[in-house]
């Protein structure tokens, strides 16, 4: 994404690890919700357990993305550099934060279109997805990350990316995995031929998980998540190339913004590239 004003890292420099410097703090795991199609899959509240608010701000995301957004199942906690930030936005908003993760990224999108949730951090490009604008059903904050996606492969694979950069020509013949609803998707759809056979997954984990199987010859995933998971998988996957995408993410909200909340948003994401509280975060994610 280009690059936002104030102190903003360089392009794939702003997007999951987990040093406990900054914003963060799970008190306590309120529920594990099951709602229709296993949907709404948990809720965690941050902040004080004895705090005397009484508003909430409720966040929706979709995990596992790291270095955005990804769950601690020994802390029963949600952590990264989004919700870093949304905590950020909850305080700014004299409000305790919750955070409810979605299954589904399609579904957290349309939820937070009507809205479902206060607020979606996840990653999510400003606009633009399969059939349809995103601006058409949400607003969006100002950007706050600049993207790109990126091809993960298993590391035995001899693929390559000439100079580092994959296009189409790389991946002809081969079976791909994308997760539906996201932006790699859109690449896809307007980039590859039909000699590359495109499979879709609901989740990352199971793409990564297909990949590492060997059911599929590569996945497309943003450069960042791309990275933190090759890093993550103990040798198993590497980072093949980028793909040049030069996405803008935002922090969506209901069209409109009925809730009041952009201006709080984007007061919290000035201020912190102005004191430096954003490249904190960016050194404690991204190392």
Known sequence: ???????????????????????????????ILALAGGVLVGKSVYGSSSSSATSFLVVGTNVPFPPFEDYNATSNSYFGFDIDLAQMVATAAHDTLIIRNFADFTILLSTVGTGGVDMAASAITLSGTVGADRNQTMSFSDPYYNANQALLVKSSSTLTCPSNVCTNATLVGLTVGLQTGTTSEGWAADNLNSSTTIQQFTTVDTEIAALEAGSIDAVIIDSAPATALAAGSSGAIKVAGTIITNELYGFAVGHGDPEHLLPIINSVLATAMQDGTYQKLVTKWFG
Do not use: C, L
Request: aromatic share 0%; charged share 15%; hydrophobic share 50%.
């Open 1 to 31: 994404m280009a690059q936002p004003s104030g102190a903003s890292p360089p392009p794939e420099a702003m997007r999951k690890g987990m040093s406990r410097g900054m914003v963060a703090g799970v008190v306590v795991v309120v529920a």
